[in-house]
């Protein structure tokens, strides 16, 4: 009986034997963009409920006009040029004191309650885009799809769940308050900004960070308290020596404020001229928080408003809870910055004679979608339960504001 000798094994080509030849001819590929398939799928699902909500505008214009007998449903972008989208235009278009006029006239429209970041760059956009309402709704989109790739981003710091990005732009982008978003308004480009700089800081890259808060802060007052957050991160991570030498950049948010506020006491002579049309135009005096919370209360139950205005003050006490459920949370973690960030924003809006804009605040705590992610890829049922409770919400949010209805 023979034995079978083992057969010889194959040599393995070496590696530079698997790779192609290089080729003399070929030439350089450009290179790609960033973006993963997860970035893909977002910013797909980004463009779609874009159109979703420009079809609800058509809708809207027709359906529901403000003259029942009107034949006409009247300009294609009419329906994205209410309320605060009249202050930005004014800004962009006249500046802050056209022709000597400012709030010692009575007819003054308080403009000087909104930050210059946004007006600033719709003036920019409307030298190529005739159109007003065409150019802010352009910078909405452009910020819009950077900050939902920024979100995911920062969503894969906090969650290892493959889907953890695509689910939280998700849930952003089928939120209640979605619509303002897509409109021109400055939450898109507030976004663009204050994400990148979130990531900015965890990368340690304080000089980059500071100065993209600093530029979110020429947007919104929302910058400061992202300032507060980074100054806490930047403690709270700061190990040797070498880590505390970027301090001084943690300055550069406040300089925009500081810088504004001189402007409007040059015209003035007012330093708190910010603080002061808050007040008249939108009652935004100091009252304790139970005070808020009792004026609000009243207005949304105490059948002392029209049913309207009671309606939009029952989401501003929903979304209320939320945000101090939210903070509460942050703090059973030890999340101190984003707690900071979130807490100081309902401080602000939390302590003026009633509650205004909360529910459009939400949309700026990207901890809040986080961790509404992190639930929906746990249970299955939970992720069921929101969307089908955030559609209908969401949905009649739009359609308030496309028909001019938000504020009652």
């Known amino acids: 009986m ?28 450009p290179p790609r963009l960033p973006l993963g398939a997860e970035d893909r799928d977002v910013l797909w699902l980004y463009l779609l409920t874009r159109t979703a909500l420009w079809i609800t505008a058509y809708g809207a214009r027709w359906l529901f006009p403000a003259d029942a007998d009107a034949r006409d449903a009247g300009p294609a972008l009419a329906p994205f040029e209410r309320w605060d989208w009249g202050h930005f235009l004014n800004v962009a278009r006249d500046g802050y004191f056209p022709g000597g006029s400012g709030p010692w006239g009575a007819e003054w429209d308080n403009r000087e309650a909104f930050f210059p970041g946004f007006p600033l760059v719709l003036r920019a956009v409307h030298t190529v885009v005739p159109s007003w309402t065409a150019a802010g709704l352009l910078i909405s989109f452009v910020t819009g799809g950077i900050a ?7 969503a894969r710091l906090y969650l290892p769940d493959a889907n953890a990005g695509r689910r ?15 409109t021109g308004y400055s939450e898109s480009l507030f976004l663009a900004l204050a994400l ?17 808060a600093a ?21 709270l991570t700061a190990r040797a020596r070498s880590d505390w030498r970027p301090l001084p950049w943690l300055a550069l948010p406040a300089l925009p404020a500081v810088l504004y506020a001189w402007y409007l006491q040059s015209h003035t002579g007012d330093w708190m001229a910010w603080k002061h049309a808050q007040e008249r135009g939108w009652y935004r005096h100091f009252h304790t928080p139970w005070d808020a919370w009792s004026t609000t209360w009243e207005s949304a139950f105490g059948r002392v408003q029209t049913t309207g205005y009671a309606f939009m003050f029952q989401a501003e006490l929903l979304a209320m809870v939320v945000g101090l459920a939210l903070v509460a949370l942050l703090l059973r973690r030890r999340r101190w910055p984003e707690a900071a960030y979130v807490g100081l924003s309902l401080w602000a809006l939390g302590t003026s004679y009633w509650y205004q804009s ?5 949309l700026l705590w990207w901890p809040l979608w986080i961790t509404l992610a992190a639930w929906t890829l746990r249970s299955p049922r ?9 559609a209908p919400v969401s949905t009649l949010f739009a359609l308030t504001f496309l028909t001019g209805r ?3």
């Open 2 to 29: 023979s034995v079978m000798s083992p057969r010889p094994r194959e040599k393995t080509p070496p590696l530079a034997a698997l790779r192609p030849l290089p080729r003399t001819d070929r030439r350089p590929r």
């Open 148 to 154: 939902v790739l920024a979100l995911v981003r920062i």
């Open 168 to 182: 939280t732009a998700q849930l952003l982008l089928l939120s209640p308050c979605a619509v303002f978003l897509a």
């Open 196 to 212: 990148p700089a979130w990531l900015a800081a965890h990368r340690r890259d304080w000089p980059l960070a500071a100065t993209l």
């Open 215 to 235: 530029l979110a802060t020429t947007v919104r007052i929302s910058g400061l308290f992202l300032a507060a957050a980074l100054a806490l991160h930047f403690v």
């Open 358 to 362: 909360v529910p459009r605040a939400t």
């Open 382 to 390: 939970f992720r069921t339960a929101y969307f089908c409770l955030a």
């Open 406 to 408: 938000w504020a009652g």
